[in-house]
Structures are given as structure tokens and as C-alpha cells.
């Protein structure tokens, strides 16, 4: 007993912090979304409107929220169809003196700088850059572009939780199953799918909500391409409750997101 109010004494002022600043500035860019911005002095005003709210849901700001939302679907599909099989290969196929290599690999990109990796990405997707010389043509700057781009920045983030469940999955489980007649595409599907889910799943909550929020490299390869996260950047010296408004959606976007994403036990693969 004495143990446990120590150890809730020692964690008492951090979970407080977190609480302040997390919790509280959420419920500040909630309480703005609400306010107004005078016309004149483009101060912002503290009375209760909804005003911001109906300019969301307008067809311009639907629009962006929907290719938003359909750039962060596309990563996250692209990053599962690249990371599921290499996955597998480093954790079930390659040899043992391998693996550590290949997971280094996975990761090295991450110890560079995101703009240098988002304008490298810019470089090979401009006319005249990498991709035309060898490959003879470039998709330019764009909806392709922006997907191309962070799929490789967010790929790692996959890569590791799936990794992880392949090497966690026992050998018996795979026997057993061949054993039993199956052959290996149904062991796949009824015993390696199902025991890798939660974690495809936890690797998705990183890989969409870091998409849902991306805007710098949207800038940077996006061409004039606009999501969520560009409309927030470019109102928030103009009309600061708009910028709060169009934030709370990607916030309520990630809390359904995680609601829907625990039922499969991802939230215990973080």
C-alpha cells in the first residue's frame, strides 16, 4: 500500500502536466473554434458563435477535409503493402545475422532531417529530376507527389510494429497449421493475418494521424494542392477561431480513427 501512494505521489506532477498540456490546450482550440475574428482589428473576439463551424462544413473546406482524409487512407494502404511483406522477409526468411541489418536499414532514414528528406523527394520529382532520367517520366508535383513522399517518410513507423509481430508469432502455430493440411496460402490467411492485425492496425494510427496533420511537405511537393493542415497553417495569422475550427476536425477525425482501432488491440501494440 505504501509502495503504490509513493509511486502515485511520484506520478502525480507529470500526469498533472500532461493533463495541463494536453488536455488543456485541446479544450482551448475547442473553445476558440467557437469564437470570432473582428472584421476590422482582426482581433479575436470572445463571443459564442457558430459561424466557423458552418464554414467548415461548406463545399470548399469539405473538399479539402475529404482529400485530406483520402491522402491519409492511401499512405496508410501503400505503407501496409510495402511493410507487411519486408516484415515478414526480415523476421521469418533472412537469416538471423541479417535481420539486425535490414531493421538498421529501415531505420536510418529516420536519423535524417524531414526537410532534407522531403526536398530530396522534391528534387527526384521534378522535371528533369531523378525519376524522369531513369524511369522517363515524373508525376511533377501533386496528390502523387505528396503520397509518394510521405509514405517514405512514415514507412519506418509500420514497418517496426509489424516486424515485431512476425517475430513474435510462434513456429508451433505455422507447423501446426501445416500439419493440419493447410497449405501456405491458407496459413496465411487463417493464422499469420489474424495474428498480425493488432499490430498493422497500431502502425496505421501513426501512419494516418502523421498524414491527417502533414502540411509541410504538402508545400514542399504539393504543387498548389491543399489539405487540412495548409488551411490551418495559412489561417492562423488571418482568422485565428477559423485555423481552431478546422483543427478540432482532424482532432475528431483521430479520436473516431482510435475509438474504431482499439476494438482490434492495436492500442496495446504502442
Known sequence: MRRRMALLGL???P??????????????????????????TNQVVRTWS??????VLGPTYLGIIGRTLLIAVLVTVVCILVAVPFAYFTARVAPSRARPILVALILVPLWASYLVKAYAWRTMLSPGGVL?????????????????????L?????VL??????????????????????GAGMTFRRVVIPAIVPSVAAGTVFTFSLSLGDYIAVQIVGGKLQVLGTAVYQN?????????????VSVLVMIGYLAAVSR?????NL
Do not use: C
Open 264 to 268: 482490434t488491440g492495436a492500442l496495446e
Open 154 to 158: 512514415w514507412l519506418p513507423y509500420m
Open 132 to 152: 524522369e532520367s531513369v524511369l522517363g517520366a515524373t508525376p511533377g508535383f501533386g496528390l502523387t507527389a505528396v503520397v509518394l513522399t510521405l509514405t517514405y
Open 50 to 55: 457558430l459561424k466557423n463551424v458552418q464554414g
Open 161 to 182: 510494429p509489424v516486424y515485431a509481430a512476425f517475430e513474435r508469432l510462434p513456429e508451433s502455430h505455422l507447423e501446426a497449421s501445416a500439419d493440419l493440411g493447410a
Open 15 to 40: 500526469m498533472v502536466w500532461l493533463g495541463v498540456a494536453y488536455l488543456g490546450a485541446l479544450a482551448a482550440i475547442f473553445a476558440t473554434a467557437f469564437w470570432s475574428t473582428d472584421p476590422f
Open 11 to 13: 506520478l502525480a506532477p
Open 236 to 248: 492562423t495569422t488571418l482568422d485565428l477561431p477559423f485555423a481552431a475550427a478546422l483543427g478540432t
